[in-house]
């Protein structure tokens, strides 16, 4: 499967950005899709998941409650909606796609999109 990711931008604190995830090749329901992101001097880190099967979602802990990931299976296009954006959540947003293993480590997702820069400014 290949990944576009897509919708980043430039957004004032306390703003919303919703960022798109394009696949191509493959169904997205035949994976568990992600969004890492990595900010500059960082690693990457885990966003959120849908999972492969249930559809539940889960949240890194800096997102709960302001981030939102879907999934449009007739578009094949997995969305993370932003909102009640900090200035920390600056950073390379990427999406990607995994089988199985671990939901939150990058080392068990097989294919990623190439990034999209989100910038919050306070």
């Known amino acids: 499967v290949q990944l576009q990711a897509s919708g980043g931008g430039l957004v004032q604190a306390g703003g919303s950005l919703r960022l798109s995830c394009a696949a191509s090749?493959?169904?997205?329901?035949?994976?568990?899709m992600g969004w890492f992101r990595q900010a500059p001097g960082k690693e990457r880190e885990f966003v959120a998941v849908?999972?492969?099967?249930?559809?539940?979602?889960y949240y890194g802990d800096s997102v709960k409650g302001r981030f939102t990931i879907t999934t449009d299976n007739t578009k094949n296009t997995v969305y993370l909606q932003m909102d009640s954006l900090k200035p920390e959540d600056t950073a390379v947003y990427y999406c990607?796609?995994?089988?199985?293993?671990?939901?939150?480590?990058?080392?068990?997702?097989?294919?990623w999109g190439q990034g999209t820069l989100v910038t919050v400014s306070s």
């Open positions: 990607a796609a995994r089988y199985s293993g671990s939901l939150y480590d990058t080392s068990s997702y097989d294919y």
């Open positions: 090749g493959r169904a997205i329901s035949n994976y568990g």
């Open positions: 849908r999972s492969r099967g249930s559809g539940r979602t």
